[in-house]
């Protein structure tokens, strides 16, 4: 063990870690990033750092031998196949009710994700952060997370145009000729660089299909915007294929112990700081499993009873729908999701309409839907199994398929249309066993103050996912990202 002290260190570097680091570090406080993924900077043999939906291959998934892919059939068959174990981009992690896909690597879930950056309409508010004053997220802190992210819209004039939109355009006139409002959602693809790949003037990367298992080009993950800049300060240091296992209290601040690992998972080393402030920034999960095991096993007993708790599955459920053979969604499909159809007023759900980017013809339309839910589960430790678990059952989403069913069985209704069911398996029409947006087990105002400052452990603070009571009505990043910039102000100005 190395006697490293060190002002403040963040677990994990997804959205909520990047602004810790950033702004800790802009107000000259040293920082040390510990991420167990890997740093995704390096080319692979193919000349690419990322492998593509279509074709799978070691670096697509964490540690498993075969592939999880969300959509696990096509036309009833399984496609998943065999790769070896490897320390891969995407994580599918299964509890006992639902497997929850999360990034691995330096930027966390902006590695896999697709891009989309909504902001919750301002009346919904309420339903997501309800002890938060809305006037100073939408004046302020949303404002500044969505430059940041360099989030923007896609020019409707070529969304109207391309090929690479066919997909989105069929979703929605189906929207439209049932009555649904649908909106274009900004992202955070450099829609300059994506109408170049159109014009086939530059590599491409949404219209070749990237995204579950990261972007080559294009997508301006965090790597290219918070942790640019956090690079640029020079006051942060990154270490990535470490795994914190361990926070307690020691001299100076927090002992902090991790597990160096190599790329086929195993542990190579144990090492430990000790850390004046620990911002726990691991993702919901990450962050939650943690909380969880270091306050039943004793090492931060102070913690309290509402860590584990609050956690939600954002309502995802997915489905596709057969068209007709005159209402074809394109060979070419850009990866990234650009339109929304907004049911949420009167079902209860805000559904995207998706990529199916095969590179065939599929008359499939195919929707990820957020949907509103009552639904929380409890991440508890269970000492005999030596694990955490989660209490999640897969047939609490049956509230959430009622809500897609809400715009989907009018729709299909009024073209005359069936839902696919070879998508998720033979015969089977709803992907009910996901989710990409976990949220909660470590909620603000409750396992925290309404900061992120976790109650019982003076100097330590949860800054990601997990303070956000199981959903955001939209798609989470930008949401996430701006409480981290509301919370982590607070910590500079009087924590420090
Ligand atoms: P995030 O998960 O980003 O980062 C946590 C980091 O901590 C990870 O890099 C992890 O490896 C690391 N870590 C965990 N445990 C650790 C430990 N013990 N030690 C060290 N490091 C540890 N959202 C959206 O708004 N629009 C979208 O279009 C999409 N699309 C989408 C698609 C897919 C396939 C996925 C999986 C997810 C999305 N999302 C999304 C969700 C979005 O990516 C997600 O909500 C955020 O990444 C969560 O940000 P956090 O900062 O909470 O954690």
Redesign the pocket.
Known sequence: ADAAVVPALV????????VAALRLAQAGVDVHM????MAWDTPGADGKVFANTTNPDQRSFWLRTRTKQ?LSNFLGFPIDRAVPRYTGV??AEDFAGITV??????????????????MPRRELFGEVLPTVNPDEMYGNYYPRANSELGAGLVDPDWFDTTEAYQYARVGRKHAQRSGFPHVFVP?VYDWDYMEQEAAGTVPKSALAGE??YGNNHGKKS?QKTYLAKVRATGRVTISPL????SVAPASGGYAVT?EQLNTTGDVVATKQVTAAKVFF???????S??LVRLKATGALPNLNGEVGKGWGDNGNVMCGRANHLWDPTGRLQSSI?TLGIDNWAAGGAFA?VAPLPTGIETYASFYLSITKTPNRAQFTWNAAAGKVELSWQTAWKQVSINAAKSIFDRINAKEGTIYRTDLFGAYKIWGDHLT????GGAVLGKATDNHGRLHGHPGLYV????LIPGT?V????????AL?ERNIERIIATDL
Do not use: C, W
């Not at 920034?281 to 962050?287: E, F």
């Not at 800054?463 to 997990?466: K, N």
């Open positions: 677990i994990g570097t997804g959205y909520g870690g990047s510990v991420e167990m993924g969300p995407l994580d896909y999360q990034g691995r690597g330096v930027g966390g879930g902006s590695l896999v994700n697709g891009g989309m950056a909504v992202t995204i579950l965090l470490h795994r914190v296992v991790m920034a691991a993702g919901s999960v990450g962050t499993k943690l999701p995207e990409y947006h976990p949220l800054i990601d996912g997990s955001t939209v798609n989470p990043f930008v949401t996430i990202t981290a």
